[in-house]
Structures are given as C-alpha cells and as structure tokens.
Nanobody, 117 residues
Framework: QVQLVESGGGLVQAGGSLRLSCAASGSIFSINAMGWYRQAPGKQRELVAAITSGGSTNYADSVKGRFTISRSDAKNRAYLQMNSLKPEDTAVYYC???????????WGQGTQVTVSS
C-alpha cells in the first residue's frame, strides 16, 4: 500500500506560479510512476503530468511549456511546478502513484488550485 499527501495548492492570479508537492509513504519501493491529475467542476479527471521511476515524463498538451513534474532522489516525493497559470487551470489536483507488478493506482486526497482572472 502507498499513501499520498498533497500540499501547495491555493489561490493565485493569472500569470502566477504555484508548486505542488506530493509525499509518498508506505511501500514506496513498489512505485513505478507518479503523476498529477486534475478535475474541474463538471469535468472528468484528466492527466496533467507523469514521471516514471526512470525519469521519463509525459504532459498534457494544455500544460506543455508551463508545468514541470519532478521527483526527489529518494523517489518518495513528486512535485509539480506550475507557471503562467490560467483560469482554466482551476481544479482539484490529485497526486497519483502506480505501484506493484499490476501498476495499481493510489490517490491522494486532492488539493484545490484556483486561478483568478
């Protein structure tokens, strides 16, 4: 089992920056990849960015060039640096980890990001 706790959300003006952090505990040795998803009101949860244990990254087209995902050397923390934020980035952001042979999904509780225009 893997437990995830996010932090760093908040209210920011358009054009501003925020940095989200995700702390993993439990069976962190089993984590294959970590990522960030977001869900806006009335919309489906969508992938924002992901990083594998080998360091490969993947981004949604809507955030390429603005967001950067990274992991700590100990691989028990993931970060999402969000720059040039737009009102459409407003959502609850969830940390995700995929662990074990079956790449089971683990989720954090979510952190609210609100971007005002």
């Amino acid at each position: 089992q893997v437990q995830l706790v996010e932090s760093g959300g908040g209210l920011v003006q358009a054009g501003g920056s925020l940095r989200l952090s995700c702390a993993a505990s439990g069976s962190i040795f089993s984590i294959n990849a970590m990522g960030w998803y977001r869900q806006a009101p009335g919309k489906q949860r969508e992938l924002v960015a992901a990083i594998t244990s080998g360091g490969s990254t993947n981004y949604a087209d809507s955030v390429k060039g603005r967001f950067t995902i990274s992991r700590s050397d100990a691989k028990n923390r993931a970060y999402l640096q969000m720059n040039s934020l737009k009102p459409e980035d407003t959502a609850v952001y969830y940390c995700n980890a995929k662990g074990g042979k079956l790449w089971n999904d683990y989720w954090g509780q979510g952190t609210q990001v609100t971007v005002s225009s």
